[in-house]
Structures are given as structure tokens and as C-alpha cells.
């Protein structure tokens, strides 16, 4: 495992924004499949959205057009910015990092994992 910090969470209103930032040391992002997930109250944690190490991006269908994942190779910083936040948006988001450079819908293809950030949109 290696140490993920989020940082980026807070409390908007229905239709604002918010960019989680997921900082890294010690791997190549490039190298791997990196993603977030997130967990709202009494619901499995979720796959948001994830980038592998050839680019391939996927998003969930309830974010798609709303979320965009990004990641800058040289800061080893990866990005999830939110528009159009609803309320059903509210949840703890965690960065993740996979096992490889392919992405799964399995949290057990993930080791490393932040400690998460609090998103909490109002109506």
C-alpha cells in the first residue's frame, strides 16, 4: 500500500462544483489505475470514475457528463471535478489505487485507498 491524500471536500449547494485533488508519493501514476470511488449513508461504495494506465476512462452512469477525471503525471496528483452536484452526490469520496494498469469494477482489484473526503450537497 502506498499513502493517498484527498483533499477537496466540502458542503455546496444543488448545482455547484467542487474538485477533489488526490496527492501521491513513492509510484508513477502512469503506471497504474487509479479512480475514485465513493460511499454514501447505508450504500456500498461505488465506482466513480477511473483512469488506467492506457487512458481508458470510465465513469459511472449516474456522473457521466458531470464528473471529470484527471490526473497530472508530474505532480502525481489525481483530479475528480464535480458540476452540476446534486444532493444525490452526497457521499465520502476515496481515491483508490488498482493492483495494475487495468481497471475493475471490483474493490478488491484496489490497495490503496485514502482515507476520504466529505462531499455534502444541499438542496
Known amino acids: 500500500q502506498v499513502p493517498l491524500v484527498e483533499s477537496g471536500g466540502g458542503s455546496v449547494q444543488a448545482g455547484g462544483s467542487l474538485r477533489l485533488s488526490c496527492a501521491a508519493s513513492?509510484?508513477?501514476?502512469?503506471?497504474?489505475?487509479m479512480g475514485w470511488f465513493r460511499q454514501g449513508p447505508g450504500r456500498e461504495r461505488e465506482r466513480v470514475a477511473t483512469?488506467?494506465?492506457?487512458?481508458?476512462?470510465f465513469y459511472a452512469g449516474s456522473v457521466e457528463g458531470r464528473f471529470t477525471i484527471s490526473q497530472d503525471n508530474a505532480k502525481n496528483t489525481l483530479y475528480l471535478q464535480m458540476n452540476s452536484l446534486k444532493t444525490e452526490d452526497t457521499a465520502m469520496y476515496y481515491c483508490?489505487?488498482?493492483?495494475?494498469?487495468?481497471?475493475?469494477?471490483?474493490?478488491?482489484?484496489?490497495?490503496?485507498w485514502g482515507q476520504g473526503t466529505q462531499v455534502t450537497v444541499s438542496s
Open positions: 483508490a489505487r488498482g493492483r495494475g494498469g487495468y481497471c475493475t469494477t471490483s474493490l478488491a482489484d484496489y490497495n490503496s
Open positions: 513513492g509510484f508513477t501514476y502512469s503506471t497504474y489505475c
Open positions: 483512469i488506467s494506465r492506457y487512458n481508458s476512462i
